[in-house]
T-cell receptor, first 113, second 109 residues
Framework: DAGVTQSPTHLIKTRGQQVTLRCSPKSGHDTVSWYQQALGQGPQFIFQYYEEEERQRGNFPDRFSGHQFPNYSSELNVNALLLGDSALYLC????????????FGSGTQLSVL | LAKTTQPISMDSYEGQEVNITCSHNNIATNDYITWYQQFPSQGPRFIIQGYKTKVTNEVASLFIPADRKSSTLSLPRVSLSDTAVYYCLVGENTDKLIFGTGTRLQVFP
């Protein structure tokens, strides 16, 4: 049973470019959350998708957008990249419901030059 | 969402018991307390979750006093592989979980 898988593992972009990160949830999970983790900090919630809709959103600009597909996989898109967007981007999957624990992928390390 | 406060770092030696305390003074009635562990360049991993009193699983115990304004994660007989960052989270469900900066545990031989 594969856990949460993310691709790519590493990515280098330049300022102003756009990037798409991908996530496949753990088998049986229907909810995907995205987090941004800067070096030395805890993960910061970006948004959560369930039933192909954005359900919750953290304090991130609309340069950050996402999508969930019918097979529950998800994409995170970031437009007009800034140097400050350099971080580890984590995808977490869960089963919709109260207090269902999150299963995290290993993340995509994004470097913006 | 309840805010949590944890020590920034802790040191221990192999074989010792480690207790990490988390303060969450404004915890709500429906909030659960959840702890995650994170190794470098990996995503956080669920350790344990509780609502009140004591919860124990194969890797840790979680102690929650009656007022629920704090909780203590107990790791018995730590090894070098327990060196990681430990996060305490409080919330009603998995929506918008707020991670703090966590507690960086360093285990020495």
């Amino acid at each position: 049973d594969a856990g949460v898988t993310q691709s790519p593992t590493h990515l280098i972009k330049t300022r102003g470019q756009q990037v798409t990160l991908r996530c496949s949830p753990k088998s049986g999970h229907d909810t995907v959350s995205w987090y941004q983790q800067a070096l030395g900090q805890g993960p910061q919630f970006i948004f959560q998708y369930y039933e192909e809709e954005e359900r919750q959103r953290g304090n991130f600009p609309d340069r950050f957008s996402g999508h969930q597909f019918p097979n529950y996989s998800s994409e995170l898109n970031v437009n007009a990249l800034l140097l400050g967007d350099s971080a580890l981007y984590l995808c977490a999957s869960s089963l919709q419901g109260i207090n269902e624990k999150l299963f995290f992928g290993s993340g995509t390390q994004l470097s913006v030059l | 969402l309840a805010k949590t406060t944890q020590p920034i770092s802790m040191d221990s030696y192999e074989g010792q018991e480690v207790n990490i305390t988390c303060s969450h003074n404004n915890i709500a009635t429906n909030d659960y307390i959840t702890w995650y562990q994170q190794f470098p360049s990996q995503g956080p991993r669920f350790i344990i979750q509780g609502y009140k009193t004591k919860v124990t699983n194969e890797v840790a115990s979680l102690f929650i006093p009656a007022d629920r304004k704090s909780s203590t994660l107990s790791l018995p007989r730590v090894s070098l592989s327990d060196t990681a960052v430990y996060y305490c989270l409080v919330g009603e469900n998995t929506d918008k979980l707020i991670f703090g900066t966590g507690t960086r545990l360093q285990v020495f031989p």
